[in-house]
C-alpha cells in the first residue's frame, strides 16, 4: 500500500476509534483533541491519491441509528454543540450565517470514514482503490467541508473569547 494511503488509513483507524470511545473526559481536553484529529485527517487526506474505483461499486454505508449513537456519545462530551457559519463563502452576495453542529460535523467525519476503515480491517473490499476512492470522494465532497466548519468552531471553543472553560491551568515543567 502506498505511504499516502498507509498513513491516512492508520489515521482514520484512529479517528473512529476516538469518536466510538465512550469514555469522560474534561470538555476542553476533548475539543482540543478533536480538533488534533480534525487537523490530521484534513492534512492527510489531501495527499491521498484520485485514483478511479476498481469495480465502482459502492461500500457500504452506515445505518442512521449507528450514527446516532456516535453523534450523541459526542454530545455527552462537548460542551457546546452549535456555532454559527457560512454555509457557501464564495457566492457573490453576502451570505448569512447559519447554525452549525459540532456533533455533527464529527458524526458525519466517522460515517464516511467507518466504511474504508472497515473494508479494509476486514479484508472484504477486492481493491484498496476502491476504498481510497471512497475516502478521496467523499473528502472532497461532503466530509471535507464538515471538517473545516468543525475545524473553526472548535478552534474558537478551545482559544476564542467565548472558549471552554474547563480548560486546565498551564503548567511549566
Keep these: ?18 469518536v466510538e470511545d465512550t469514555r469522560a473526559t474534561n470538555s476542553w481536553i476533548f ?7 480534525a487537523l490530521g ?18 461500500l457500504e454505508g452506515i445505518n442512521h441509528e449507528d450514527w446516532t449513537v456516535v453523534r450523541e456519545n459526542l454530545a455527552r462530551r462537548i460542551s457546546r454543540d452549535l456555532y454559527w457559519m ?10 448569512e450565517p447559519v447554525v452549525g453542529s459540532l456533533t455533527d460535523d464529527l458524526a ?18 477486492d481493491s484498496i482503490r476502491d476504498v481510497v476512492w471512497h475516502w478521496r470522494s467523499s473528502f472532497e465532497s461532503h466530509w471535507g ?13 478551545c482559544f476564542g473569547a467565548f472558549a471552554d472553560t ?5 503548567t511549566i515543567e
Design 1 to 18: 500500500m502506498d505511504d499516502a494511503i498507509s498513513a491516512f488509513s492508520a489515521k482514520a483507524r484512529q479517528y473512529c476509534a476516538f
Design 31 to 37: 475539543a482540543q483533541a478533536c480538533l488534533t484529529e
Design 41 to 58: 485527517l484534513y492534512h492527510l487526506a489531501l495527499r491521498l491519491p484520485e485514483v478511479a474505483p476498481a469495480r465502482g461499486d459502492l
Design 86 to 95: 457560512v454555509f457557501e463563502p464564495l457566492v457573490s452576495e453576502p451570505p
Design 108 to 125: 458525519d467525519i466517522w460515517r464516511d470514514l467507518k466504511p474504508g476503515v472497515e473494508a479494509i480491517g476486514s479484508g472484504t473490499t
Design 145 to 157: 467541508n464538515h471538517a473545516v466548519s468543525a475545524i473553526g468552531a472548535l478552534h474558537a471553543l
Design 166 to 170: 474547563s480548560r486546565p491551568p498551564l
